[in-house]
């Protein structure tokens, strides 16, 4: 869990009052400000074995909106406290972010401006999410914002980034044109899932420790920055779009790997060093109906800049191990959805290539099913989610994983939900999902929105 | 355009009747159907409460800006955890959804019309209906002094649950008074009552409405304000572009 400096906390009191303290300025200004957010708690638990808190956090969110005619700002900034302290020495008790670990986020943060420069042209600039593709979630096109892992029930999550998105609506088409300058990584899974890290050595040693140095992109507008344009275009009743991306990949390749031995029984520490290789990708989706069933589809074609090879530096010698081959691959998404005359709403997906799956060799399937009801007017709602990792055709038994489980949500009055639900992960622990497989989950979770 | 100014004209000189005097259902319904859409275009605030069974209330405040019968943008103020939700629906049944917890915007296919719109009473199709004659086959169940009673049977192409509806045209408006929602297997599953008709900037307008699920004993009622007509609303205005702008 990351710990925050001390002028965290100032800042997020800063942003607070800056928030309360627009309100009875902003209207001279010829803006209507508007405040609202949500109150939250989280709290999880592994049951059975490893039983145990994992998570138990109090979030307050808080979001600013101030209109004028041609300009909207939006700003949403999360102060979330974890009552699962992380003191570990006396000295620790009086640091009061041991006893009580918590940060702050400014989620977003941007201005748009509406037909300023020309009339049909849209600006954001600011820290912002920015959205691309038709699939549920699960967008393999959408590669602008980094990837964010830290919760596992939203693991389709990005991290809003600083960039400049410029829409132009030239008749039936959206032309979209986003720079994002500077390098954000992506966010893997939180560490307190238990998972060691790991490194494939000979057989005959054994690993010690893993380390490793990550070696950013330089910070140099030519080389940090991400570039992307979209096409939108409504053809033959279905929604279209041709899209570009040019940047370093999210996550990082090993290009280096230095073997150090410990001991004479063969174990060997390991010094990793990262990088993140750039890429083009270039992608299409599609969102329409056949019949009365929605479908989406997107596939995104991914060509690595070069090949990219691991350097392993051991006392036996010097040799280079292919790390990312330089060959385009492909991953896509088709899904669909339909709700019965029951008001029962299925919807299911299938995925080729994960978020963090590179090269061709290396992607892997994966079948999603959703299935809800809800009851009373939408008070209740009943969700079975459940998904399907298939890392190797040839070797489904073997090389697979499942995950997923059901949720309640009751939402009594209006702003008010409370969800009950679990999620089970099960299969090898090679897998993505598999690896977790000691980390089923319930949660119980409140929310009011105001 | 021509034939709803003609219509209009009639209205005003109480036409209406005259119009249907001929007791032909289509036409009965065309008239509805015109008098619904006569403005070029609306602009209104929509109040709703949503009343259970045991009385219980939520309330839903939103806008609705809507251009001949094919366009409409539906957008919620209230309450706070479906602010900013929007609904664009245009021609030939296409629908967008914005969700702004999750900045998208998404193509809904016609599978969720007959769901019911955001837990009110009214399902999407509902809050999207406005070409009748093109959907229902009118034929006439009764004539008082003060209505026609039509009964619309769905046409065999329009993808509607309902197995009929029955609606109460007021002759001296040409607007449903009430209209009766029967589910597939021909039971009574809603009543949609309209009152309080005013003239706004010169057309009829129905400012309360209220719609009944007698099978589950819930109400959604709906009262609209701030009813602006003939803005002269671009088109660009029923745009996703303009869907996602809050």
Known sequence: ?450 | MYRKSCLLVLLLLGGGATLASASDPVQILQAVEDTLNAPVDREANLAMELIDAKGNTKTRELTILQKGSDKKLIRFLSPADVRGVGLLVLEDDVMYLYMPAFAKIRRIASHVKNENFMGTDFTYDDMAQSDYVEKYTPTIEDETDQHYVLKLAPKPDSEIDYSHLVMWVNRKTMLPDKVEFYDSSANLLKILTQTNVQRIEGYLTPTHLEMEDVQENHKTVMELDNVVHDQELPDKRFTQRYLKRF
């Open chain 1, 1 to 450: 869990m990351n710990r925050t400096m001390p002028s965290a906390r100032s800042l997020s009191i800063f942003l607070l009052v800056g928030f309360l303290g627009l309100m009875p300025w902003a209207p001279s200004q010829g803006v209507e400000p508007e405040l609202g957010g949500s109150f939250e708690t989280d709290t999880r638990w592994r049951p059975g074995g490893m039983d145990g808190y994992t998570r138990n956090e109090t979030r307050l969110t808080l979001k600013l909106d101030a209109r004028s005619p041609q300009v909207v700002f939006h700003a949403e900034s999360r102060i979330r406290y974890f009552s699962l302290s992380e003191v570990q020495t006396s000295t620790d008790f009086n640091d009061s972010d041991l006893i009580q670990p918590w940060r702050h986020e400014l989620y977003e943060a941007y201005a748009d401006i509406y037909g300023l420069i020309l009339e049909n042209v849209d600006l954001r600039i600011g820290k912002q999410r920015i959205v691309w593709g038709t699939a549920d979630e699960l967008n393999v096109i959408d590669n602008l914002n980094p990837d964010d892992f830290g919760d596992i029930l939203d693991f389709a999550q990005k991290i809003p980034t600083l960039a400049l998105r410029l829409d132009y609506y030239p008749g039936d088409f959206t032309v979209t044109t986003v720079g994002i300058p500077g390098f954000t990584p992506a966010r893997s899974f939180p560490s307190s899932w238990d998972v060691p890290p790991t490194f494939p050595l000979p057989p005959e040693l054994t690993l010690g420790t893993l380390g490793d140095v990550v070696a950013l992109p330089d910070n140099r507008p030519q080389d940090a920055s991400t570039f992307g344009i979209r096409i939108k275009k409504t053809l033959l009743e279905y929604d279209w779009s041709f899209s570009y991306v040019y940047g370093h990949d999210e996550w990082p390749i090993p290009t280096q790997a230095e073997l150090i031995p410990v001991d004479t029984l063969g174990t060997t520490d390991v010094e990793l060093t990262l990088e993140y290789p750039c890429q083009q990708i270039m992608g299409v989706d599609m969102a329409g109906a056949v019949g009365d069933i929605g479908v989406w589809a997107e596939g995104a074609v991914f060509f690595p800049e070069e090949r990219v090879y691991t350097d392993i530096i051991s006392p036996a010698g010097d040799q280079d191990e292919l790390a990312l081959d330089d060959e385009a691959y492909v991953k896509f998404v088709i899904g669909g959805d339909y709700t019965f005359s029951n008001g029962l709403y299925v919807n299911a997906q299938c995925m080729h290539g994960f978020f963090t799956d590179r090269g061709t060799d290396n992607l892997e399937d994966y079948l999603m099913l959703a299935i809800e009801q809800s009851f009373l007017r939408d008070e209740l709602k009943v969700r079975l989610a459940v998904a399907a990792e298939v890392a190797d055709v040839h070797d489904i038994e073997g090389r697979s994983a499942y995950f997923g489980g059901p949720q309640v949500t009751y939402a009594p009055v209006d702003g008010l939900e409370m969800t009950l639900g679990s999620m089970l992960l099960a299969g090898d622990t090679s897998t993505q999902f598999g690896q977790f497989n000691e980390n089923d989950m319930v949660y119980c979770q409140v929310k009011y929105s105001f």
